[in-house]
């Protein structure tokens, strides 16, 4: 039984969501709500971990930067991103990040959704660092300073406040134009959370008496932002910066002193942390903790360290979480990705399709 020609179209069509209509659907939503039911999404897709078919991304690495693939399935959906991570672009007038995806039927391999994933990608990263927290701090954590005021600082500061309860916010960034910028798009949140921020002198200021700590600096480079005398127990320790080969934000000591968890072990023995570890240094990945099969953390004293490089999986969680908000909320558009055609056995009609309807549209300007 053929299908026909107008619902054959209908189902060739992919639902796409720009730059511009995502930061609408932000908005719209509210952009802790999206942070929360971002996170929420991610803890229930880590605690099917068992269900994907995973694989650490694809890079190609350059001396100004690095582009990725990361891709992940399971029997359903298979999702991918796209990123780069370019930490001079801004002098270029370009973001560090920029990112896209898509969603596609295992079943056919029809790409269902196409999406931005640069803001996309700052909200999931700043879930899934608060859903780790929320298994690894401690349960009366209130106060985090955040080191490196860039792109991902706001969601990161947002996340924390909605999801943590954190209350008292620490700045540091060796650019102060960035913790100006951070404390400026702060402030309109800082009366609904009952929160204090506060711009510190050094790192080693900022850190000082934190509950939590949060490393997010750009510069693709060894670096050693906090170093293992700053440690005090209790501490939970967020490392979002550093995410590929040769780019690191935290002393090697520090990783001695904590209990380290990773998203996916293979990866981030590559890009996280561990890359300055030996092959043997014990990890615990998340998933684990969730479906409790390891311990996450053990008393009140115990030192925590998230290693968090990004992973597919959140990707694919945020992408069905924008998907169907914006399914909600009337902002989907169409586009023609994959051709609609008569015959699927015949692609080569698509070229004598638009050969006619050249050739119609000459006779017609003639006639005119």
């Known amino acids: 039984m053929s299908i026909p020609q107008t619902q054959a179209a209908a189902q060739l069509q992919t639902d796409f969501l720009s730059a511009s209509d995502a930061a609408r659907l932000v908005m719209r939503t509210g952009i802790t709500q999206v942070l929360r039911l971002m996170s929420e999404a991610i803890e229930a897709d880590f605690m099917r971990w068992q269900d994907f078919d995973k694989s650490a991304r694809t890079a190609a690495h350059s001396a100004s930067g690095v582009i990725e693939l ?156 906090i170093h293992a005398p700053l440690l005090q127990p209790g501490m939970h320790l967020n490392a979002v910066g550093g995410d590929c080969p040769g780019k690191t934000e935290l002393a090697a000591a520090v990783l001695h002193r904590a209990s380290v968890f990773v998203e996916y072990e293979p990866q981030t023995r590559m890009e996280g942390e561990l890359q300055q570890m030996p092959a043997d240094f014990a990890v615990t990945e998340l998933w684990r903790v969730l479906q409790k099969q390891a311990p996450g953390r053990t008393s009140a004293e115990e030192i925590t360290l998230f290693d968090s490089v990004g992973f597919a999986l959140e990707d694919y969680s945020a992408l069905r979480t924008m998907h169907r908000l914006a399914r909600q909320a009337g902002l989907l558009s169409q586009i023609e990705l994959i051709p609609s055609l008569p015959d699927p056995k015949d692609l080569f009609a698509l070229l004598m399709q638009s050969h006619r309807a050249q050739v119609i549209q000459l006779s017609g300007r003639q006639t005119a």
């Open 70 to 225: 990361m891709p992940v399935a399971d029997a359903q959906d298979y999702a991918f991103k796209y990123v780069n991570g370019h930490p001079h672009n801004p002098q270029l007038g370009l973001p560090t990040v920029m990112a896209f995806g898509a969603l596609a039927d295992v079943a056919t391999g029809m790409p269902r959704f196409v999406s931005e994933l640069t803001l996309t990608t700052a909200l999931r990263t700043a879930a899934t660092s608060a859903m780790a927290a929320k298994h690894l701090a401690r349960k009366d954590s209130r106060s985090m300073a955040l080191i490196g005021n860039g792109s991902q600082s706001e969601f990161q500061a947002l996340a924390f406040m909605e999801l943590l309860d954190v209350r008292e916010l620490r700045l540091f960034d060796i650019d102060p134009a960035a913790s100006q910028k951070l404390l400026r798009n702060l402030q309109p949140f800082l009366a609904q959370f009952g929160a204090s921020v506060s711009i510190a002198a050094s790192a080693a200021d900022a850190v000082k008496d934190a509950d939590i700590v949060t490393t997010a600096t750009a510069d693709k480079t060894r670096a050693t932002i």
